[in-house]
């Protein structure tokens, strides 16, 4: 199945990259936001996907649950439907330098260093255009999202995430470039360059995103990258403010978090190396009078912290054993003794036990590792993966929703005192004394109510936020924004060439 007769289908568009991270992933977002406003069906989809922040979706025609990126849960909320394993058929999760866990169609599928999945992927094409069918059967329009950059020609072969999908998939391509790194010209004349006469053909135009200043200053800019490519501009897109306030998908993100002011309730956050699903400090990150530090490897866990949050990981034991040569241990016992609190978030949870194990070699190598020991439960890596979706209660009676991607089985005396109540069975565990949690519920801190009792526990007081009420407002805002900045009715007439 390849060509593009293998897929037909509605309208559709790909966003593809002069590189990583010059916010496709919004702009997509944005534009789904905008055209399910108008009325039209809207679906993302992102063919391949390289991330460790994973979200749970409905496998169609299945009771079982699967696992996408979380960019396109943001997308699938941005229109307004329910995430499904189809939007992100392929997810590659990262667990060490060389090598990441493969996920198909919800499912994981696997591992693979990165030279074998070159072999592999040309293996995957016949799912990620089956998903792209199948989405396209409820759409009006599709958007779909590119990785990297088409311009890494060097992985043109069997390519499913640029251009080898954009190809077999008859969908038109509009390329992004980031003005704020500098560069943008050479790097949309350069991919034009570099691209074979075939992959160039299916770029219908560009845009300009995250320009600061007055725009008129590009004309000369805009006109030159048509001059020499003779693709059109379908606009300039300004810096957006709003995208703060989403979800990141790149750990590089986090590194550019802003800090509170003086007086501020410190939240710090070790940088494990293969941290994961970390838009579960958002919340915190967005409430007035609360600073989240991420704290990189060779730095100390600073005392002024009321509050550590050990993340998610996807190798716990690998990560443990980092958080160990960083010193942390030291420094999470150091403020333990000062009456300290920590919370620990699936991974993170996992270490705060007494000790890991991997009978099957789920993680690696290392089959034990001895935990920091702050809390009295122990960890069994299971081959089976945990995925669901999470309505639960805590023990006073306030309601909570999340979801649990976990590998992994905890046990323990203080799992007599959870976090929450899921349909009546305890998740989670604390301390005696309370000061340190644990738990596997991703999207705790998403619940206002909990996260409010839960900081004013820390000394942190502040009006009631409406967490999601605001993510749907930034969604709204940046959908306002190319609505004004982007040549909306251009880019939708492009969309429609395909039918």
């Not at 001059?227 to 590089?252: I, K, Q, Y």
């Not at 509170?260 to 990150?285: E, H």
């Not at 007035?288 to 991420?294: A, N, S, T």
Request: a neutral charge; aromatic letters at 4%; one cysteine or more.
């Amino acid at each position: 199945m390849s060509g593009a007769s293998a897929v037909r289908g509605p309208a559709a568009i790909m966003l593809q990259g002069t590189g990583s991270d010059v916010g496709k992933t919004v702009l997509v977002a944005g534009l789904c936001r905008l055209f399910a406003r108008r009325g039209l069906r809207v679906r993302p989809f992102k063919p391949q996907n390289m991330s460790n922040n994973a979200a749970v979706a409905a496998i169609p025609g299945s009771s079982e649950m699967g696992e996408i990126g979380r960019a396109q849960w943001l997308q699938a909320l941005a229109c307004g439907v329910a995430p499904s394993v189809h939007m992100n058929p392929v997810l590659l999760k990262p667990q060490s330098e060389t090598g990441s866990q493969i996920v198909v169609a919800g499912r994981l599928a696997g591992q693979a260093s990165g030279r074998d999945y070159q072999r592999l992927k040309p293996t995957l094409l016949g799912a990620v255009l089956e998903s792209f069918r199948a989405l396209s059967a409820e759409a009006d329009l599709v958007i779909v999202e590119g990785a990297g950059s088409p311009a890494e020609i060097n992985l043109r072969a069997g390519d499913i995430a640029n251009m080898g999908f954009a190809t077999a998939a008859n969908v038109p391509v509009l390329l992004v470039g980031d003005i704020d790194r500098g560069g943008v010209i050479a790097s949309l004349v350069g991919t034009h360059t570099v691209l074979d006469a075939a992959d160039r053909a299916m770029i219908s135009g560009f845009l300009i995103n995250k320009f600061r200043g007055d725009v008129s200053l590009f004309d000369e800019g805009l006109a030159a990258v048509t001059h020499f490519t003779g693709w059109p501009s379908v606009g300039v897109v300004p810096h957006l403010r709003e995208t703060a306030r989403l979800p990141a998908e790149d750990s590089v993100a986090l590194e550019r978090m802003s800090a509170a002011g003086p007086g501020a309730l410190t939240v710090a956050v070790p940088m494990l190396g293969r941290i994961a699903n970390f838009d579960d400090l958002d919340p915190l990150a967005a409430e007035p009078g609360v600073e989240v530090v991420f704290v990189r490897p060779g730095e100390p866990l600073p005392g002024r912290a009321r509050l550590v949050l050990v993340p998610g990981s996807k190798s716990t034991i690998a990560d443990l054993a980092a958080f160990r040569a960083c010193g942390w241990e030291r420094d999470l016992r150091d403020h333990v003794a000062r009456g300290g609190h920590v919370v620990g978030l699936c991974g993170g949870y996992q270490m705060l036990g007494r000790r890991v194990r991997d009978p099957h070699g789920v993680e690696g190598s290392v089959r034990e590792a001895q935990g920091l020991g702050l809390l009295d439960v122990d960890t069994v890596m299971a081959r089976e993966k945990t995925l669901r979706e999470v309505e639960a209660v805590t023990p006073d009676g306030e309601r909570v929703e999340g979801y649990e991607i976990h590998l992994g089985l905890t046990e323990g005396p203080d799992r007599a005192r959870p976090v929450v109540l899921s349909g009546g069975v305890p998740e989670g565990a604390r301390s005696a004394d309370g000061r340190i949690i644990g738990t596997y519920l991703h999207g705790l801190f998403s619940a206002d109510g909990w996260r409010r009792r839960f900081l004013a526990g820390l000394g942190h007081h502040a009006e009631p936020r409406d967490h999601r009420a605001g993510v749907e407002a930034a969604l709204d805002a940046v959908a306002d924004a190319l609505e004004v900045h982007l040549d909306v009715e251009r880019i939708l007439a492009i969309a429609r060439r395909r039918l």
